[in-house]
């Protein structure tokens, strides 16, 4: 074998070792000082030893509200950009607000165990190779089973306990872990959407293809969003290629999926894909900026929301806020009984929202419905005792049931 032979075989395997192992370059996110979330610690009986999750909460967390998960792995690099996109998308109202649980590797190489099935003797552009075979071996990899029944459950579990979820849960992996996500695919997991960013399905020479095909015969429920890095100096068809037949697979199988392909590089197609994959998966969820002008019910709100459930396969409940709007549009325009059923959908707001109980309790007046009006005007005094349009209206009441 030449010296240009060798060097060339060396760099074909080096190309495949960094789309899988390069992530510990990233490592120094975990020293952040500005880090936003919270560092807990889970004893896994599956792994037989305590791994460490992280977690953050959306701006203005409230217990008494449900919220969908974000589960994102390789967490020292993903955590902090995954969870302050998820806001910045969240306040624009591109997707709703959600607790962001980050799953971080121990090293490289344990990395490569947890999130593997089998073995692997092919490099990222298809072709065998004895040498990638070594850091593939069967001692090296094959640990995704107990991996899985980790994530599973353990994680998934414990942040239930310990935070107010919707049991709508997103996954994303990059890379290897976007592989492992593929292959979780059909088996038992609880994400309803996976998102897997330049996912490594040429691993084994696409087995994961094969996986799925054999195994997902019965429905998939799965929101599946696939994005491929076709720029940068690894670029290769065959990275291409395998994921548009793993896309073309699910299609296939009507699973409601979407294949995305960036001029971008294995590395910096996780912005772009995050940004694009979470704005995709809530498309259509919010209802827009509701104007005074607008004709707009309670009903129209429940029929918006009950549109984008059956399009993710989950229920996802009005938000109080379009209920709270709807009644406010409805009022203003003097819609007396459709302000009405938008304000009666907004309890969680009785106890605080005091021009929403005024409108609420003038809706009713104004239908001389005044024993449910003065209802609502007590509300109000509950809440502001010394508010003097509730007095002076319950005043008015009074009278004009006298008079009755």
């Given at each position: 074998m030449t010296s240009f032979d060798t060097k060339k075989k060396q760099s074909m395997k080096y ?15 975990s020293q952040d000082p500005d880090f936003g979330g919270k560092k807990h610690s889970i004893n ?347 007095q002076l209206r319950k005043e008015e009441i009074k009278k004009l049931l006298d008079k009755g």
């Open positions: 190309i495949a070792l960094v789309l899988i192992l390069s992530l510990n370059c990233f490592t120094a996110f896994s009986k599956y792994l037989n030893e305590s791994r460490e999750i992280w977690v953050g909460l959306p701006a203005g967390y409230d217990s008494t509200i449900s919220y969908p998960t974000i589960y994102v792995m390789d967490a020292e690099y993903q955590f902090d950009i995954t969870y302050a996109i998820m806001k910045e998308l969240a306040v624009n109202d591109k997707i709703p607000n959600h607790i962001v649980v980050g799953i971080p590797y121990q090293d490289p190489q344990k990395r490569v165990y947890d999130l593997t099935f089998t073995t692997n003797s092919y490099n990222s552009d298809g072709t065998p190779d004895s040498l990638i075979a070594t850091y593939f071996s069967d001692s090296l990899t094959g640990g995704g089973v107990n991996f899985l029944k980790y994530l599973v459950d353990e994680v998934v579990p414990w942040v239930n306990s310990e935070y107010n979820t919707n049991g709508f849960d997103v996954y994303i992996g990059h890379s290897l872990s976007g592989y492992f996500g593929a292959y979780m695919l059909v088996q038992e997991n609880p994400f309803e959407a996976l998102q897997l960013y330049d996912p490594s399905i040429w691993y084994e020479h696409g087995d994961v293809i094969r996986y799925v095909e054999k195994n997902g015969n019965s429905k998939i429920q799965s929101n599946v969003f696939i994005s491929t890095a076709n720029g940068g100096k690894e670029r290769q068809q065959y990275n291409v290629d395998t994921h548009q037949e793993f896309y073309d697979l699910l299609q296939g199988k009507k699973v409601n999926s979407e294949l995305k392909i960036y001029e971008e590089g294995h590395s910096s197609v996780r912005l772009p894909s995050l940004i694009d994959g979470l704005t995709n998966l809530y498309e259509g969820y919010a209802i827009g900026t509701i104007m005074p002008t607008d004709t707009i019910t309670a009903q129209d709100v429940k029929d918006h929301y009950a549109a984008f459930s059956n399009k993710v396969n989950f229920e996802f409940t009005p938000t109080v806020e379009a209920f709270r709007w709807t009644g406010y549009v409805n009022h203003y325009q003097g819609k007396w009984p459709e302000a009405i059923d938008a304000y009666k959908e907004c309890t969680s707001l009785y106890k605080s929202d005091l021009m929403m109980l005024l409108e609420f309790a003038d809706c009713y007046f104004q239908l001389e419905e005044y024993g449910k009006s003065m209802e609502v005007y007590e509300m109000v005094l509950e809440i502001d005792p010394t508010n003097e349009g509730a």
